[in-house]
């Protein structure tokens, strides 16, 4: 009954769309790692040329099927006021083979510029693609598959009827960023706002037949604070909302120079009601690399077991044109 019990926990949050308008998106605690799915207004918005980046997030380690969600985004900064990108994130969760895939074309805007030297920036980005959800029926299991005297046989009939298993939609979102890139300065801001599934993609999992999988509100924003030519702090903040499902999260990290290439970062984030995520990263040349871990605090960690969850993430940075301190900009991804 444990493994049933399990099993259902993990299900049951795997389609969270399923007769509630709740949260059914993956998300990150590295949120700022892959900007293409925080904000489009983010696409292109570092000081290269070409972005890579990756992310990979495993959940309840401890159970037998946890939560696994890779993500890879490529995304290109010009000089015609326009950036673009792609991006592939791929969920999958539970003994059930449940599996989220999405893929998206990211376009974005950069011509609105305003201050003395233009270091004022606004960003507006669109974003386009395909979600597909599916699991696979023959690995479920059901209650009434469970006599009491002989227990669990997969062979029992079930009453249970899916009406589908793999379902495809196109989606879009936008989004739009401000962000002060002057250079020098001691507090540079940011701040940017996002709206995902603008399309209202119909939740095919769903009993109801005008069930949709409700839009994704972003907000983020934070400030780069140079204590001194060594050391900076970056406080940020994020609120997201999806259905009946928010989150609030809020932390900061210190990034130390600790060789005239390589800068050295250490912080936290706190996830309202549901976890403390300690970080550390380390940037050497155009390569970043980031570890974080979730420690539950809420009663979701005694259900699993005390179960949390790790997050590793890349980012590497092609630059082709010489940099110039004119060119430099403070990069709002964190």
């Known amino acids: 009954m444990k493994a049933l019990k399990i099993c259902s926990l993990i299900l049951g949050l795997s ?10 998106d993956p998300h990150f ?20 040329d070409v972005r890579i980046s990756g992310i990979y997030r495993t959940q ?21 006021n326009a950036n673009f990108g792609i991006s592939v994130l791929n969920q999958t969760a539970g003994d059930g083979g449940y599996n989220y ?20 920036r606004v960003v507006i980005g669109l974003q386009f693609g ?9 690995k479920l299991t059901f209650g009434d598959q469970w006599n009491p005297i002989t227990g669990y046989n997969p062979s029992n009939p079930t009453a249970e009827a899916l009406k589908t298993h793999n379902t495809s939609s196109f989606d879009m979102g936008a989004g739009v960023l401000y962000f002060d890139g ?3 300065k001691r507090v540079n801001f940011y701040a940017g706002f996002a709206v995902s599934h603008l399309t209202r993609p119909k939740d095919q999992f769903s009993g109801k037949d005008d069930a949709i999988i409700p839009m994704r509100y972003t907000g983020h924003l934070g400030a780069r604070i140079a204590v001194n030519d060594m050391f900076s702090i970056t406080p940020n903040v994020l609120y997201l909302r999806q259905g009946t499902a928010e989150e609030k999260m809020a932390g900061a990290y210190g990034q130390f120079k600790v060789a005239p290439l390589t800068d050295f970062m250490l912080g936290a984030n706190y996830r309202f009601e549901d976890a403390i995520s300690p970080f550390a990263g380390v940037s050497h040349k155009n390569l970043l690399f980031g570890l974080s871990y979730d420690i539950n605090t ?24 010489t940099k110039t301190p004119e060119a430099e900009f403070v990069c709002p991804r964190l």
């Open 130 to 138: 395909l979600i597909q959800r599916k699991f696979n029926p023959d």
């Open 60 to 80: 309840w380690g401890n159970i037998t099927s946890p939560f696994s969600t890779p993500g890879l985004a490529v995304d290109f900064s010009t000089n015609k």
């Open 15 to 24: 389609l969270m769309g399923q007769g509630v308008s709740a949260q059914v």
């Open 29 to 48: 605690t590295q949120y700022y790692v892959y900007p293409s799915w925080l904000n489009p207004a983010l696409t292109g918005v570092f000081d290269g």
């Open 101 to 120: 895939t999405t893929a998206y074309g990211n376009a974005a805007y950069t011509g609105i510029r305003f201050g003395a030297n233009e270091t004022h």
């Open 298 to 321: 809420s009663d979701l960690g005694s259900m699993a077991k005390g179960s949390n969850s790790f997050e590793v993430s890349m980012s590497y940075i092609i630059r082709k044109r």
């Open 182 to 184: 002057t250079p020098g």
